[in-house]
């Protein structure tokens, strides 16, 4: 413990979940022996980190001004079939790959640009708009696409889930560079300074000169973005794109923020928080998908985790 106190001086949360991994692995390794160290199982942790990561660093931001956006995967899935639809209509046109790059783009910032309107300028709940716009978005998606598959990607796509660069995946490089570059933004620019003055008090920071109603939209549309990112893993990881695409993941992405250190309320919360997080996350799960419990339980379990947490914090308040 004083070995983490002298790396992470005051940040007790990090330093809670760095005792947490190493435990959860002593754990693991005395109940499941060599299988959870296997080549295939961190294969599996490394392939679902980066998709979950995504979309927990898309509801992580949100947050952090004390919002939410319960619209991030069903919005992802729009952008991942609409990139889809292009590519398999005009396969093997450099052209019109880029065009299916920028289409997808374009339809996160028009999410991110309503869920941002909704809630800054109407004035209605983060938890209501994104909702609403959650539900809109899944609806339309399965409305135009009939819940079909659409498969069959270029290589370029495949790439993301299947190359590796000095052998690790490349999927899981590009996460750590956006979470990265995400931290960059957060701690050493305006609109991070921003952001994190919003949730601890909005009215004070709207009273200090700053346009909360256009940093409101930037951080949904970046939130949009982030799914428009883990569109692209999806699609890469499954070869293909369909409107129910981690449906199950909503659950899991608030808990990592929450589990990261993020405040519910906003105002407080770190990347890195978030990251080792969806670690541990991920150990568990892979640790009891290996012991064979139901991933059912697993989801159930998530929720009684969230809840327990949230009790907990409140309590503390």
């Known amino acids: 413990m004083t070995t983490l106190n002298r790396f992470f001086p005051g940040d ?3 330093r809670l979940q760095l005792l947490i991994i190493i435990a959860v692995a002593v754990l693991f390794s005395f109940t499941l022996g060599g299988s959870f160290y296997s080549i295939g199982n961190f294969q599996s942790i490394s392939s679902q980190l980066p998709i979950l990561g995504m979309l927990a ?3 992580g931001i949100t947050m952090l001004t004390g919002g939410i956006n319960l619209s991030v995967i069903a919005g992802a899935n729009a952008c991942s079939l609409v990139m889809a639809a292009i590519l398999v209509a005009h396969p093997n046109q450099p052209e019109y790959f880029a065009l299916a790059m920028l289409a997808g783009l374009g339809v996160a910032v028009v999410i991110g640009v309503l869920n941002g309107a909704l809630i800054a300028y109407i004035g209605v709940s983060p938890i209501l708009a994104t909702l609403g716009t959650m539900t809109l978005i899944a609806g339309l998606n399965i ?3 009939n819940g079909a598959v659409i498969s069959g ?3 370029a796509i495949q790439y993301l889930s299947n190359g590796s660069l000095l052998g690790i995946p490349v999927a899981l490089l590009l996460f750590l560079l956006v979470a990265l570059l995400l931290w960059v933004l957060l701690e050493h620019t305006t609109l ?6 919003m ?3 909005e009215q004070a920071t709207r009273f200090s000169g700053v346009n909360t109603h256009k940093v409101t939209i930037a951080v949904y549309v970046l939130s949009a973005l982030l799914g428009w990112g883990a569109a692209l893993l999806m699609m890469s990881k499954f070869n293909s794109a369909k409107a129910g695409y981690g449906d199950s993941y909503l659950l ?3 808990l990592a923020s929450v589990l990261g250190g993020i405040n519910p309320d906003g105002g407080f919360g770190r990347v890195i928080g978030l990251v080792l997080a969806l670690i541990v996350l991920q150990m568990l799960e892979s640790g009891l998908n290996l012991m064979g419990v139901s991933s059912y339980l697993t989801m159930a379990l998530w929720g009684c985790v969230l809840i327990l947490f949230i009790a907990l914090q409140n309590r503390k308040s």
Do not use: D, E, K, Q
Request: hydrophobic letters at 45%; zero cysteines.
């Open 57 to 59: 660093l898309g509801m």
């Open 153 to 155: 990607f270029p290589t």
């Open 252 to 254: 899991v992405t608030i």
């Open 12 to 14: 007790r949360i990090i």
């Open 143 to 145: 409305l135009l696409t």
């Open 192 to 197: 991070g300074r921003s952001l994190y003055l």
């Open 199 to 201: 949730g601890s008090n």
